[in-house]
């Protein structure tokens, strides 16, 4: 495909849920992480009476870790993903919910949360006496090279990492157990797959507009039909808490 075309199609492209399958090919990852958090779940889920998953999507993962504890519950802030979780997870019996605010203080023995943000006092508030927090988060420094190649601005948390997030966690009186950090090579093979990915992932450069950086996207489009991809890494960080 031609610039434009490519540019366009990633503009009208639909994307809805977290589904990545539309990246296959075109955007790649060339290693696992040194910890795998589906199976960080999966291990818990077994001695697990209820579970909170924070920032379901369209609760795809979830929907996967059946059998599910006996009171399995689910938030979803994004409003275009909260009727595709709805109708993923209701007949499972989940509870899908836009926050935790009218969950009871002490409601979940486990809370897992995948690349969603989160106030550490209210996992405190939601957590049953000695229950886990388990998180995989992405860091503030992730694919920092696609800001450096536009030209833009950093992630606006670009600050946000393992130390921080630990540090947080034990001020709000949470104790941390384990954690781990780690990178991924990430390639962008070609110009529609990193402005879909920019579109979806809008906080990733604040205000990106394709034609504002249009400049900046034909240089790399030459490049890459050139044979020569954008490289980043992703950036990833781990952890689990347990309140006493």
Known sequence: ????????????????????????????????????????????????????????????????????PRRTAATEGYPPNLPIARDRLEPLGVEVAESTGHFPDGSFELIVNRHESYDPREIRRLLAEGGTFLTQQVAGRDLEELNAALGGPPHEDHAWDLATAAAALDAAGLEVTWSAEAGQPVVFHDVGALVLYLRVVSWQVPGFDAGAYEDRLRALHGDMERGRPLRATARRFALTARRG
Not at 34 to 63: C, M
């Open 1 to 68: 495909m031609g610039y434009e075309e490519l540019i366009r199609d990633a503009l009208d492209t639909p994307f809805e849920g977290w589904d990545w399958a539309v990246f296959r090919g075109r955007m790649t990852t060339a290693e696992d992480l040194p910890w795998d958090y589906e199976r960080l779940v999966r291990d818990r889920l077994s001695r697990t009476l209820s579970l909170l998953d924070l920032g379901t999507g369209g609760g795809e993962l979830l929907a996967s870790l059946t059998p599910l």
